[in-house]
C-alpha cells in the first residue's frame, strides 16, 4: 500500500517527530510505534495526541480500484482508527461514487459479511455463469468458454456486473480500465462447490 504523510506547514517544531513517529510504518506495514509508547515519551493523555495529529498532519493511501468506477483514488486519513477503518473495508469505493453514483446507493447497502445470502438470491443462470468463472479461473478461458470470444454481449456483462455488485465475484483492473482478471472469496468457491 502506498502512502505519503502531510505535516501542515503551521506546525510546531517539537511536533514533528511525534507525527513523524505516529504515521511510521514498519515493512509488515505495520506502525511502529504504540500509541501507549508515545503517550508515555511525550508526556500527553491520548486524546491531546489525537488533537495534534488530527490538527497538522494527515496520511494520504492511495487505493487501487475503486469497486464501481474501477478508477485509482487517494484517501485522505486523519488518524489511526481512520486508517483500521479504511483498511478493513473489503470493498473500496471513492468518495466521487460515495457522492455521485446511483449503483452505490444499493451497493453499500449489501451485508459483506453475508454472501450466502447474497449467493441464495442469484438466478439459476447467474449461478451457472459463476460456477463456469471459477472453475474455468483464467481470464482468456473464461472470454473463451463463458463468453465464447464474444466480450460484446451485453447481457453476460450485466449478469457478471451484478455478481460483482453482490461481492460474489471482483474484477481486478489495471489503471487503465482493462481486466487484469477475476477473483473469487473463499466463501463463495465453497459455497459454490457445496452445491455440487
Same mark, same amino acid.
Given at each position: 500500500?502506498?502512502?505519503?504523510?502531510?505535516?501542515?506547514?503551521? %506546525?510546531?517544531?517539537?511536533? #514533528? %517527530?511525534?507525527?513523524?513517529?505516529?504515521?511510521?510504518?514498519?515493512?509488515?506495514?505495520?506502525?511502529?510505534?504504540?500509541?501507549?509508547?508515545?503517550? @508515555?515519551?511525550? &508526556?500527553?493523555?491520548?486524546?491531546?495526541?489525537?488533537?495534534?495529529?488530527?490538527?497538522?498532519?494527515?496520511?494520504?493511501?492511495?487505493?487501487?480500484?475503486?469497486?464501481?468506477?474501477?478508477?485509482?483514488?487517494?484517501?485522505?486519513? @486523519?488518524?489511526?482508527?481512520? #486508517?483500521?477503518?479504511?483498511?478493513?473495508?473489503?470493498?473500496?469505493?471513492?468518495?466521487?461514487?460515495? %457522492?455521485?453514483?446511483?449503483?452505490?446507493? &444499493?451497493?453499500?447497502?449489501?451485508?459483506? %459479511?453475508?454472501?450466502?445470502?447474497?449467493?441464495?438470491?442469484?438466478?439459476?443462470?447467474?449461478?451457472?455463469?459463476?460456477? &463456469?468463472?471459477?472453475?474455468?479461473?483464467?481470464?482468456?478461458?473464461?472470454?473463451?468458454?463463458?463468453?465464447?470470444?464474444?466480450?460484446?454481449?451485453?447481457?453476460?456483462?450485466?449478469?457478471?456486473?451484478?455478481?460483482?455488485?453482490?461481492?460474489?465475484?471482483?474484477?481486478?483492473?489495471?489503471?487503465?480500465?482493462?481486466?487484469?482478471? #477475476?477473483?473469487?472469496?473463499?466463501?463463495?468457491?465453497?459455497?459454490?462447490?457445496?452445491?455440487?
Amino acid at each position: 500500500m502506498e502512502y505519503e504523510i502531510l505535516i501542515s506547514s503551521q %506546525t510546531p517544531e517539537n511536533f #514533528f %517527530t511525534l507525527i513523524s513517529k505516529y504515521w511510521s510504518r514498519d515493512e509488515n506495514e505495520r506502525f511502529k510505534y504504540e500509541l501507549q509508547n508515545l503517550k @508515555n515519551e511525550y &508526556g500527553i493523555s491520548l486524546d491531546e495526541l489525537n488533537l495534534i495529529v488530527e490538527k497538522y498532519s494527515s496520511l494520504i493511501i492511495k487505493q487501487e480500484n475503486c469497486s464501481l468506477c474501477h478508477s485509482n483514488y487517494n484517501v485522505n486519513i @486523519n488518524n489511526r482508527n481512520h #486508517f483500521k477503518n479504511i483498511s478493513n473495508q473489503a470493498r473500496k469505493i471513492c468518495d466521487s461514487c460515495k %457522492t455521485y453514483s446511483p449503483n452505490y446507493i &444499493g451497493y453499500s447497502q449489501i451485508d459483506e %459479511t453475508d454472501l450466502e445470502f447474497q449467493y441464495a438470491e442469484i438466478s439459476e443462470m447467474e449461478r451457472f455463469i459463476l460456477k &463456469g468463472m471459477i472453475n474455468l479461473k483464467s481470464k482468456m478461458l473464461i472470454y473463451k468458454h463463458i463468453f465464447n470470444n464474444d466480450l460484446e454481449d451485453r447481457e453476460l456483462w450485466k449478469i457478471i456486473n451484478n455478481l460483482e455488485k453482490k461481492g460474489l465475484i471482483y474484477i481486478e483492473r489495471t489503471s487503465d480500465c482493462k481486466i487484469k482478471g #477475476f477473483k473469487f472469496p473463499f466463501e463463495v468457491v465453497q459455497l459454490v462447490n457445496k452445491q455440487v
